[in-house]
């Protein structure tokens, strides 16, 4: 880092002043910027919408998890660029692995959701500080910049949506009013097409934003650190050694030039120590010690300049809620923190003890969080990749609940008698016709539900509950359901009782049906 | 239990006969929409009014002029227009000068098939002059009630796209049309074989080109009409019609549901649609049949849903499927 290179003003500026400022250095440096944050990540979205064919849009939150990687690239060419460093793209290249690889845990873990991601980047990914070191750095860094870093954050947040949404309008508005699309039922009932379109435009929105968001915190980061290091009055200091050292150079020029003719022609002899002492005197009248220096100074500190009184009136604004807020620790975080304690049986009753333990539990929790999310990404991928045992849909398939009442009718197992055949001809010989034909039509509805696992919705209609079993392979099955069906409807709808051989020909039928296997 | 047996004297295999030349008659003629002469058969059948939307050209006017031919009926239509009177529809009374009396001049309604065509281009006063009609079968002119000759079926037509300076209908003009049916294109098929007819001939008329005479006259439309009381209907057929009209009222989307007028056009209708089937008795598949052209023009969708783009159709389908079929 040569600070003489430095491109931009080195000077002092405000939140929003640096926030500009890196808009500023975005749109000039836009082409390196911007590709080394799309390049990678597109990708990888593509990469993962291959994978996640169907459900699309898990390719575009894997995306968004990793911006803190994407982010990077583009921080390391913006502070070569700073300091008018021209770097190569086989030296980006190069220092992609280590520069994704920085504390790549800890930034898509605990820190993915920091509101000051793009201020801190920098810490990680030019300074490489780590632990307790990077907390150190940060906790100087923070001091009255995070307020804007975090701000920023929720600012390009709303961008990303806005600019998502306003691509999305543009294109409903490009439709032409001839073609007739449902745009609300469409975005309700989500197609592969829109489903996928609207990731990859949020996508699109991701990376026209990206560049600005990191250059804008790295702007911020330098402001800090130019206030911190106090890189201005630095590079005043070189450019005046600088001049200086001109000036010298040619001083001593003319001092050798001028020597060489004065010896040659004046023969004045010049009596320096004599001027020394005269000058030593004037200065110093006793030689300085500690103590005496101090007495000048305490005599100094009393003079008048030091006592100088001014009045000053105006207006400014009382920091009301910090006077509130001061005195008051909510209470249920006081109650949380002696809880706490009391469970990690730490006696140590400081406010950093307090800070430790809490932080410990929400390391816990996110410890637990990630053990989830592994856990489901695997069965997401396992089950994508179908890697899952063969058996297993039929092991879903088997364990469909079926229902216990349908059509108002009751289809459950037990509400059918072990003996069908038999009850039927009873009921039939008893002259009960609708019953008899009743029962054997129940028994084979739930023999479609149970054994068959046929789906029938509560508004299907007998002749719905064939046109149903007639799409399946079993053409006994098929020619008995639509023999009981036309019979049931007859007697049923049209009040004609069958002949008694009809009845016959369907017990034998519904024996072969019931005893057969699917 | 309903006791009700098959109608012995109902010949079903004649009716069926009839009925099924009327309808291949109007299909070659009409081509690609079997389904709306269908329906439009089951709304003559059971003697009810019909109200078609769709976009102009398809062949509604074409529709209701075969039907008067084929049944040997006289046909009128009227134009709704915003400045249309009552009068202009029902007819008036005038004094006649030489013979210093006062006369009925009878209006186009005095006819078998009324095509109101663009129904909802007149305000609801002119609209108005239909609810007698159709309701009752009768017209009061000058205080006189004037029978309307038999049988009586208004087809009104309404564009569904072109919206400004129209008169939505009143409820209770809606509610006596016994269907709603939705015409739409017809299939490129049918569309290629509807091309050739009228173009290979050298008349525009599609009617004129085939020759059709009269397959049924008007009293055996009226008998047609009463022999489908024969047609058996169960208790539990009847229930699920009430069933389902009822639900239409419990539906939290639907602000007004179909009103007991409904549940009798859907048992009146399921039977028409039984009888053009070969049946002589109603089956719930018959219900279901007919119960989206019934109800879809009785119930009103509640403002939030309409904004969800949800169609009456999308939610009489949803109640279909939940509402329990008749069983045992």
């Given at each position: 880092m040569n600070l003489s290179r430095i491109t931009v003003k080195p000077r002092i500026r405000n939140s929003h002043e640096s926030v500009d400022l890196g808009l500023i250095m975005a749109k000039s440096w836009w082409k390196p910027l911007y590709l080394s944050w799309f390049i990678p990540a597109f990708i990888f979205y593509c990469m993962l919408s291959i994978i996640f064919y169907e459900d699309n849009w898990l390719a575009l939150l894997l995306t968004w998890w990793l911006k803190p990687l994407w982010d990077r690239a583009p921080l390391y060419i913006a502070s070569r660029k700073l300091f008018n460093d021209d770097v190569s793209v086989k030296e980006i290249i190069k220092a992609l692995p280590k520069i994704y690889s920085t504390d790549i845990f800890a930034w898509l873990l605990w820190r993915r959701f920091s509101f000051t991601r793009s201020f801190d980047m920098p810490v990680t990914v030019l300074e490489a500080q780590k632990h307790s070191q990077r907390r150190k750095r940060l906790d100087t860094l923070h001091q009255g910049s995070s307020n804007a870093a975090s701000w920023l954050t929720v600012v390009c947040v709303h961008l990303e949506a806005i600019v998502s949404m306003g691509i999305l309008g543009l294109l409903m508005l490009l439709i032409p009013e001839e073609v007739d699309v449902n745009l609300m039922s469409m975005m309700i009932d989500k197609t592969f097409i829109v489903d996928f379109l609207t990731n990859f435009l949020t996508f699109l929105s991701m990376t026209l934003i990206a560049p600005f968001y990191t250059m804008a915190g790295f702007s911020l980061y330098i402001n800090r650190r130019i206030k911190l290091e106090a890189w201005d009055i630095e590079i005043r200091f070189r450019n005046l050694a600088d001049t200086h050292a001109r000036k010298l150079n040619f001083a001593a020029v003319c001092f050798i030039f001028i020597s060489f003719f004065s010896i040659s022609t004046f023969s004045n002899d010049v009596y320096a120590d004599d001027v020394y002492v005269n000058d030593v005197n004037v200065r110093t009248s006793a030689p300085l010690t500690p103590e005496s220096s101090k007495v000048m100074i305490d005599d100094i500190l009393k003079g008048e300049d030091f006592h100088k009184k001014k009045k000053i009136s105006g207006w400014r604004l009382k920091d009301m809620e910090k006077e509130k807020s001061d005195d008051e620790v909510p209470q249920w975080l006081i109650f949380i923190i002696e809880l706490l304690e009391s469970l990690f049986g730490?006696?140590?009753?400081?406010e950093k003890s307090k800070g430790y333990t809490f932080a410990n539990l929400l390391e816990m929790l996110l410890w637990l969080t990630l053990a989830f999310s592994l856990v489901y990404l695997v069965y997401r991928i396992l089950k994508y990749l179908d890697v899952i045992s063969p058996t297993s849909k039929n092991a879903e398939a088997d364990s469909v609940v079926a229902p216990d009442v349908l059509f108002g009718l009751d289809v459950r197992k037990d509400s059918i008698p072990v003996n069908v055949i038999e009850q039927t001809m009873s009921l039939w010989n008893k002259g009960q016709h609708r019953e008899a034909i009743g029962l054997l039509y129940r028994s084979t509805l739930s023999l479609l539900i149970h054994r068959f696992l046929f789906e029938f919705y509560h508004g299907c209609t007998e002749q719905e509950c064939s046109d149903i079993v007639q799409q399946s392979d079993n053409k006994a099955l098929k020619e008995f359901v639509v023999h009981i069906t036309s019979i049931w409807q007859q007697i049923a709808y049209a009040h004609s009782i069958p002949a008694e051989q009809q009845i016959k020909s369907l017990c034998s039928q519904w024996s072969e049906v019931s005893n057969n296997e699917k | 239990m309903n006791e009700q047996t098959p109608n012995s004297e109902l010949n079903i295999d004649v009716i069926h006969a009839s009925i099924s030349t009327l309808q291949n008659t109007i299909n070659q003629v009409l081509i690609g929409q079997e389904k709306v002469v269908t329906q439009i058969l089951i709304a003559l059948l059971s003697n009810g009014h019909v109200l078609v939307e769709g976009v102009p050209g398809l062949g509604k006017t074409l529709l209701i002029r075969i039907l008067s031919t084929c049944i040997d009926g006289t046909f009128k239509r009227i134009q709704f227009t915003p400045d249309l009177m009552p009068a202009d529809i029902t007819g008036h009374a005038f004094f006649d000068m030489k013979e210093a009396t006062f006369r009925i001049r009878k209006g186009?309604?005095?006819?078998n098939f009324l095509l109101a065509d663009e129904i909802n281009r007149s305000p609801a006063k002119t609209q108005a002059a239909l609810l007698e009609v159709m309701q009752d079968r009768q017209v009061t002119l000058d205080g006189e009630t004037q029978a309307i000759p038999k049988p009586f079926m208004v087809l009104a037509t309404q564009n569904p796209i072109e919206q400004e300076g129209t008169y939505p209908l009143p409820e209770a003009e809606l509610d006596r049309f016994l269907m709603k049916i939705f015409i739409d294109f017809p299939s490129y098929e049918d569309e290629i074989k509807l091309t050739e007819l009228v173009c290979k001939n050298y008349s525009d008329d599609p009617l004129k080109s085939k020759s059709i005479s009269p397959i049924l006259n008007a009293s055996q439309i009226i008998q047609l009409q009463n022999q489908l009381t024969g047609i058996v209907v169960d208790d539990e057929i009847m229930k699920y019609a009430v069933r389902l009209v009822r639900a239409t009222r419990e539906?939290?989307?639907?602000i007004q549901g179909a009103s007991p007028r409904a549940c009798i056009g859907l048992i009146r209708c399921a039977r028409a649609h039984a009888l053009i089937n070969k049946r002589n008795f109603v089956l719930p598949d018959d219900v279901k049949a007919v119960a989206l052209p019934v109800m879809r023009h009785r119930i009103s969708l509640s403002a939030d849903v309409e904004i969800d783009g949800v169609t009456t159709d999308d939610i009489l389908n949803k109640i279909l499927e939940t509402v329990d079929a008749p069983r045992i």
């Amino acid at each position: 880092m040569n600070l003489s290179r430095i491109t931009v003003k080195p000077r002092i500026r405000n939140s929003h002043e640096s926030v500009d400022l890196g808009l500023i250095m975005a749109k000039s440096w836009w082409k390196p910027l911007y590709l080394s944050w799309f390049i990678p990540a597109f990708i990888f979205y593509c990469m993962l919408s291959i994978i996640f064919y169907e459900d699309n849009w898990l390719a575009l939150l894997l995306t968004w998890w990793l911006k803190p990687l994407w982010d990077r690239a583009p921080l390391y060419i913006a502070s070569r660029k700073l300091f008018n460093d021209d770097v190569s793209v086989k030296e980006i290249i190069k220092a992609l692995p280590k520069i994704y690889s920085t504390d790549i845990f800890a930034w898509l873990l605990w820190r993915r959701f920091s509101f000051t991601r793009s201020f801190d980047m920098p810490v990680t990914v030019l300074e490489a500080q780590k632990h307790s070191q990077r907390r150190k750095r940060l906790d100087t860094l923070h001091q009255g910049s995070s307020n804007a870093a975090s701000w920023l954050t929720v600012v390009c947040v709303h961008l990303e949506a806005i600019v998502s949404m306003g691509i999305l309008g543009l294109l409903m508005l490009l439709i032409p009013e001839e073609v007739d699309v449902n745009l609300m039922s469409m975005m309700i009932d989500k197609t592969f097409i829109v489903d996928f379109l609207t990731n990859f435009l949020t996508f699109l929105s991701m990376t026209l934003i990206a560049p600005f968001y990191t250059m804008a915190g790295f702007s911020l980061y330098i402001n800090r650190r130019i206030k911190l290091e106090a890189w201005d009055i630095e590079i005043r200091f070189r450019n005046l050694a600088d001049t200086h050292a001109r000036k010298l150079n040619f001083a001593a020029v003319c001092f050798i030039f001028i020597s060489f003719f004065s010896i040659s022609t004046f023969s004045n002899d010049v009596y320096a120590d004599d001027v020394y002492v005269n000058d030593v005197n004037v200065r110093t009248s006793a030689p300085l010690t500690p103590e005496s220096s101090k007495v000048m100074i305490d005599d100094i500190l009393k003079g008048e300049d030091f006592h100088k009184k001014k009045k000053i009136s105006g207006w400014r604004l009382k920091d009301m809620e910090k006077e509130k807020s001061d005195d008051e620790v909510p209470q249920w975080l006081i109650f949380i923190i002696e809880l706490l304690e009391s469970l990690f049986g730490d006696t140590d009753d400081t406010e950093k003890s307090k800070g430790y333990t809490f932080a410990n539990l929400l390391e816990m929790l996110l410890w637990l969080t990630l053990a989830f999310s592994l856990v489901y990404l695997v069965y997401r991928i396992l089950k994508y990749l179908d890697v899952i045992s063969p058996t297993s849909k039929n092991a879903e398939a088997d364990s469909v609940v079926a229902p216990d009442v349908l059509f108002g009718l009751d289809v459950r197992k037990d509400s059918i008698p072990v003996n069908v055949i038999e009850q039927t001809m009873s009921l039939w010989n008893k002259g009960q016709h609708r019953e008899a034909i009743g029962l054997l039509y129940r028994s084979t509805l739930s023999l479609l539900i149970h054994r068959f696992l046929f789906e029938f919705y509560h508004g299907c209609t007998e002749q719905e509950c064939s046109d149903i079993v007639q799409q399946s392979d079993n053409k006994a099955l098929k020619e008995f359901v639509v023999h009981i069906t036309s019979i049931w409807q007859q007697i049923a709808y049209a009040h004609s009782i069958p002949a008694e051989q009809q009845i016959k020909s369907l017990c034998s039928q519904w024996s072969e049906v019931s005893n057969n296997e699917k | 239990m309903n006791e009700q047996t098959p109608n012995s004297e109902l010949n079903i295999d004649v009716i069926h006969a009839s009925i099924s030349t009327l309808q291949n008659t109007i299909n070659q003629v009409l081509i690609g929409q079997e389904k709306v002469v269908t329906q439009i058969l089951i709304a003559l059948l059971s003697n009810g009014h019909v109200l078609v939307e769709g976009v102009p050209g398809l062949g509604k006017t074409l529709l209701i002029r075969i039907l008067s031919t084929c049944i040997d009926g006289t046909f009128k239509r009227i134009q709704f227009t915003p400045d249309l009177m009552p009068a202009d529809i029902t007819g008036h009374a005038f004094f006649d000068m030489k013979e210093a009396t006062f006369r009925i001049r009878k209006g186009p309604i005095f006819t078998n098939f009324l095509l109101a065509d663009e129904i909802n281009r007149s305000p609801a006063k002119t609209q108005a002059a239909l609810l007698e009609v159709m309701q009752d079968r009768q017209v009061t002119l000058d205080g006189e009630t004037q029978a309307i000759p038999k049988p009586f079926m208004v087809l009104a037509t309404q564009n569904p796209i072109e919206q400004e300076g129209t008169y939505p209908l009143p409820e209770a003009e809606l509610d006596r049309f016994l269907m709603k049916i939705f015409i739409d294109f017809p299939s490129y098929e049918d569309e290629i074989k509807l091309t050739e007819l009228v173009c290979k001939n050298y008349s525009d008329d599609p009617l004129k080109s085939k020759s059709i005479s009269p397959i049924l006259n008007a009293s055996q439309i009226i008998q047609l009409q009463n022999q489908l009381t024969g047609i058996v209907v169960d208790d539990e057929i009847m229930k699920y019609a009430v069933r389902l009209v009822r639900a239409t009222r419990e539906n939290t989307a639907i602000i007004q549901g179909a009103s007991p007028r409904a549940c009798i056009g859907l048992i009146r209708c399921a039977r028409a649609h039984a009888l053009i089937n070969k049946r002589n008795f109603v089956l719930p598949d018959d219900v279901k049949a007919v119960a989206l052209p019934v109800m879809r023009h009785r119930i009103s969708l509640s403002a939030d849903v309409e904004i969800d783009g949800v169609t009456t159709d999308d939610i009489l389908n949803k109640i279909l499927e939940t509402v329990d079929a008749p069983r045992i």
